[in-house]
């Protein structure tokens, strides 16, 4: 997962719980109650069909989990396995899990370590046999331990990884470590004092990989079915990678790009425990729901309780750019009490997933995708929450206005914005019907609507992206010449050309 994938995949964690569910709860109703992020106010707030929503953000495949009462009680693909084929998802079809792989890998590591009674604190350059982390002047005083490694507090390069192409060269795990060829990302070390600071590391992760295959002398795949995937009932997962060939007819091939396959259909992940665990929807949510039987202390748990509410308790928080939430040992966690939630994303190529579990409220839900378009889970996220009130931003409701259409042809005309080696190109046009104004997005193969909100102001209802224009002269008869939107924490500029 490369840095701006994990920026995607940390985007897609839960945010803070609506309150109040619905008095009774029909999980298939979400298949058909899909809802933009921001409702215009006194219009009919429409639902929308997954598989309408699917075309729109041309998703070739969706498998969705849903837990209550710490039961999975729906479990259900939709779409192909694969853009112009035939076979279709369903709810035993394998997606990589990108991130998620994570926290089922923390939670075994934390099985292993109370096993073999080691200390999550103690320096893990004595567990490593097969690799050296290069001493580091910022490992002086302050460590490398697995608990800095599960929290991304390690102080550790490398962010994420691209995985390799079916049939390419693949490496070890200490030649990904060194950053050896065949390696294609580079050497993990330390560039900050361990504990200084949240700084998220997949090479952190790889490390624990590679303690976990020392210490045990068995294969990964092998040691995490043991540990982890058996236990906790997940019996369609597996960490080998690449996906034997046998198994390759039941998993999804990503698409990166709209309705282009992968080459070779997936990419190969050996930094497994960061980017390599094939799974199911079904099977994430059995993982969700063994470690919060484990959290409550209840039978079917997966971890001893002191460990698995260790594992949820608020480590370390984030700090901007990088947003502020909290990270327990390989999940997000937010709330207390009732409120606690654990969460996290995943980016593989060609791949997208999330899962969220509320523990105290036995109430889940897991995405999985071989599309791109982040955009769709916030719609599902939100058809949960009208079920079971549970998982959903808050929406803002806008007054949009009218605007007569002469008055919108104003703002019609190319904008653009270079930012280092990128340049930024908005074609707006005056969308069909004259209400609203549209861009090209030539990415997506559709244009984006975005209705006026009056003061030069305009809102796409579908992300809640707002812009701003600028006029070259004051009033209403001065032409638009700039516009301002925000990407992320920053404001974008773009100028008429």
């Known amino acids: 997962m490369t840095r701006l994938r994990l920026r995607s995949a940390l985007a897609l964690l839960t945010a803070p719980a609506l309150a109040g569910p619905l008095a009774a709860q029909d999980p298939a109703a979400i298949e058909h109650a899909l809802r933009f992020t921001v409702r215009a106010a006194g219009r009919p707030d429409t639902a929308m069909e997954l598989l309408d929503r699917m075309t729109s953000w041309h998703v070739p495949g969706v498998s969705i989990a849903i837990i209550d009462n710490w039961r999975v009680v729906y479990a259900r693909g939709f779409g192909v396995q694969e853009f112009g084929a035939r076979r279709p ?50 490992t002086a005083t302050e460590k490398v331990t697995l608990r800095r490694l599960l929290t991304h507090t390690a102080g550790l390069t490398v962010w994420g990884f691209p995985g390799y192409e079916m049939g390419a060269p693949i490496p070890t795990v200490p030649q990904v470590l060194g950053g050896v060829e065949p390696a294609n990302t580079p050497k993990v070390g330390n560039d900050t004092t361990p504990g200084a600071r949240w700084l998220y590391s997949g090479g952190g992760f790889t490390i624990a990989q590679l303690v976990a295959t020392d210490l045990s002398g068995e294969s990964f795949p092998a040691l995490m079915n043991k540990l982890m995937l058996r236990p906790a009932g997940m019996t369609r997962s597996t960490y080998e990678n690449p996906l034997p060939m046998p198994r390759w007819s039941e998993a999804a091939t990503g698409h990166e790009k709209l309705d282009t396959p992968v080459p070779g259909h997936f990419h190969v992940y050996p930094e497994m425990a960061a980017a390599g665990l094939w799974t199911t929807a079904a099977d994430l949510g059995r993982w969700a729901i063994a470690l919060a039987r484990s959290v409550r202390g209840e039978p079917g748990g997966i971890l001893s309780p002191a460990m698995a509410r260790e594992m949820v308790r608020k480590q370390v928080q984030q700090k901007p750019p990088f947003g502020t939430r909290y990270w327990g040992l390989g999940v997000a966690v937010a709330g207390d009490g009732d409120s606690l939630v654990f969460s996290h994303g995943g980016r593989d190529e060609g791949f997208v997933a999330d899962l969220a579990m509320w523990p ?56 653009v914005a270079v930012e280092g080696k990128d340049t930024i190109v908005f ?23 975005f209705a006026p909100l009056g003061s030069d102001r305009f809102v796409n209802l579908e992300s809640g992206v707002e812009w701003t224009f600028e006029r070259e002269a004051s009033g209403v008869q001065g032409r638009p010449m700039s516009l301002f939107t925000m990407v992320g924490p920053r404001k974008r500029q773009l100028t008429r050309q």
């Open 89 to 138: 998802v369903d709810s035993t079809t394998l997606f990589l899990a990108g991130s998620i792989s994570k926290p089922v890998f923390s939670s075994a590591l934390l099985r292993f370590v109370e096993q073999r009674k080691l200390s999550l604190d103690a320096d893990v350059t004595g567990m490593l046999t097969s690799w050296r982390l290069a001493p580091s002047p910022f």
């Open 360 to 415: 105290n409220k036995g109430r889940g839900i897991v995405i999985l995708t071989n599309g791109v378009a982040p955009q769709i889970f916030g719609e599902i996220r939100r058809a949960f929450a009208e079920q079971y009130g549970v998982g959903g931003d808050a929406r803002p409701e806008k007054a949009v206005v009218v605007v007569p259409e002469a008055r919108l042809a104003a703002y019609a005309g190319k904008f």
């Open 427 to 449: 074609d707006i046009s005056v969308a069909p019907g004259g209400a609203q104004l549209a861009v090209l997005r030539p990415e997506l193969r559709r244009s984006l609507p």
